[in-house]
């Protein structure tokens, strides 16, 4: 029965995974918000706001869905280079970027100088707007290699004949460009669609420079009234948004047809300047927060200080992250096998698909939001239990950070899925050997470094998560984000800039670590299929 039926168990873990991290608690926090009750409905929505949440995640979106399809533009034929810079951006906090521009308007530096003064005159909006644009720019600086992966698939189609058939019909660089630009629309639409869609759930680096978005006001909504309903209906249009990314991201991540043929033809393309582009973006994501906050260190010694002082915080959240790391692999393999072959009847691709867009949703949707549902449900189940007190532990913390970054783990289980070698299997169950021992022996190990990677990158992820942390987090456990989020608050420049460094570098050396884990798996499938 379990040979028989191993994708359908996994598909069913999926589904139960799906409702008790994901659909179970927003639905307790939709329910506990409607018992609190709206006082006031009045300015629920109001139209400033409402422009003020699509202009700056437009802008953002746009900025970095352009450049993104350079990138992806540049580095065609470099799947791999992506993939580090990919790594980088993801292993490093967003709101680093930010916080290193933000330095620019240090009064004791020459453009805060100029900032302060123009303060004191007529133009007092300048500081304000100016922190507002280093924030967008540090946001667009974060999501440009994520941009790029977005665009991947489109660029990847203009191969060299393409190229040449061009510089034949076209005789001029004008025309040239703008047919070019005719075929690129689709790939830089879509990478900036997909950031604008994680820039509307963004709220740390745009709340620290007081931008007025909905994901702000729902976490001022959750702080002043955590058991209103308020805060959930102010949200409602961000809830709309990610429903609409999660199915709209569930047809590329886990639809049919094309990753094979996208990266035969990405192969052809070539690029030049790969280098220069990668260690442009890989200074841009990672280097200048190391470069800035290290010039604004006043003396080495703060790193070691800061290592002591953040040591609690750091292992308490890197016991979560263990824990999300973990439960993430589970959830990476549990994908896999649901989708893998003809591991199982239809139905179970069904389910695992159709629990693979409530976890992209998931991932879509305000942390902070995500946060109170995670907390609202776990109150519910401390209640049901009498009261032991399971909702003031850590497992409130990683369920609602699996919910968050759980979507993570089902692109990466899906696309191993459909890169999987049919041909293995079938040549296994020829020679007696199939279930979930051949299945685990022959397609499991050799790629078992990606399953490995996609955990550290998870558990990563889960160390540096701020909104839902912030909302979910009991009283009195220890947490990096929250002291990262009380330096960026309070302006603990020295602090700040130890934390950040000391980050940043991790974060870059756990990039190289599970890209290794990566090569070494593709490294070892590849041989496996020429043997």
Do not use: K
Request: aromatic residues 6%; contains cysteine; glycine residues 16%.
């Amino acid at each position: 029965m379990w040979r028989a039926d191993a994708g359908g168990v996994a598909a069913v873990c999926v589904a139960l995974a799906a409702v008790g991290l994901v659909l179970g608690p927003v639905v307790a926090g939709v329910l506990g918000s409607a018992w609190g009750g709206v006082e006031d409905w009045s300015g629920v929505w109001p139209a400033g706001l409402m422009v003020s949440t699509l202009a700056w995640s437009g802008v953002i979106g746009v900025s970095a869905g352009v450049l993104g399809s350079a990138l992806a533009w540049g580095l065609r034929g470099r799947a791999w280079l992506l993939l580090v810079l990919v790594l980088v951006s993801l292993m490093t906090p967003g709101y680093l970027a930010f916080s290193a521009l933000n330095m620019l308007r240090d009064p004791t530096t020459w453009t805060g100088d100029v900032l302060v003064r123009a303060a004191r005159g007529p133009d007092r909006w300048l500081i304000v707007g100016a922190g507002r644009g280093l924030a967008a720019l540090g946001l667009t600086l974060w999501a440009w290699p994520l941009a790029a992966a977005c665009a991947w698939g489109g660029v990847s189609r203009v191969g060299r004949g393409v190229e040449e058939q061009l510089l034949m019909d076209c005789p001029t660089w004008r025309s040239r460009a703008g047919a070019l630009a005719g075929m690129l629309v689709r790939p830089v639409c879509a990478a900036a669609g997909m950031v604008w869609l994680l820039m509307l759930g963004s709220a740390v680096p745009l709340h620290i420079a007081e931008v007025p978005t909905l994901a702000m006001t729902t976490w001022t909504e959750l702080a002043l009234n955590p058991g209103g309903g308020r805060a959930w209906v102010v949200a409602m249009p961000l809830v709309a948004a990610a429903l609409a990314g999660g199915v709209l991201l569930s047809r590329a991540a886990l639809g049919g047809g094309g990753w094979e043929e996208g990266e035969e033809r990405a192969s052809v393309g070539g690029a030049r300047w790969a280098g220069v582009w990668a260690l442009v973006v890989g200074a841009a994501v990672c280097g200048v927060p190391v470069a800035a906050h290290w010039w604004s260190l006043d003396d080495a010694g703060a790193l070691g200080r800061m290592w002591v002082a953040a040591g609690p915080h750091a292992a308490a959240s890197a016991g979560v992250g263990g824990v999300v790391a973990v439960a993430g692999m589970a959830l990476v393999v549990c994908v896999w096998r649901g989708l893998s072959g003809r591991a199982c009847g239809g139905w179970a691709r069904w389910v695992v698909c159709v629990a693979g867009v409530v976890f992209l949703v998931g991932m879509l949707m305000p942390g902070v939001l995500m946060g109170a549902a995670h907390a609202q449900a776990w109150r519910w189940v401390d209640e049901a239990m009498g009261g032991v007190g399971v909702s003031e532990g850590a497992a409130p913390l990683v369920g609602a950070h699996l919910a968050r970054f759980g979507g993570v783990g089902v692109v990466i289980g899906a696309w191993l899925a459909r890169t999987e070698d049919a041909g293995t299997m079938e040549l296994s169950r020829l020679d007696g050997v199939g279930g979930v021992r051949g299945w685990a022996g022959l397609v499991l190990v050799p790629r078992v470094g990606v399953v490995l990677g996609a955990g550290l990158m998870i558990g990563v992820l889960s160390m540096h998560e701020i909104e839902s942390a912030v909302v979910v987090r009991p009283v009195g456990l220890a947490s990096l984000s929250h002291l990262l989020l009380g330096y960026l608050h309070f302006t603990r420049r020295e602090e700040l800039s130890a934390a950040a460094v000391l980050l940043a570098v991790s974060g870059g050396v756990m990039a190289l670590v599970v890209s290794g884990l990566l090569w070494s798996a593709a490294g070892v499938a590849s041989r496996r299929r020429r043997g």
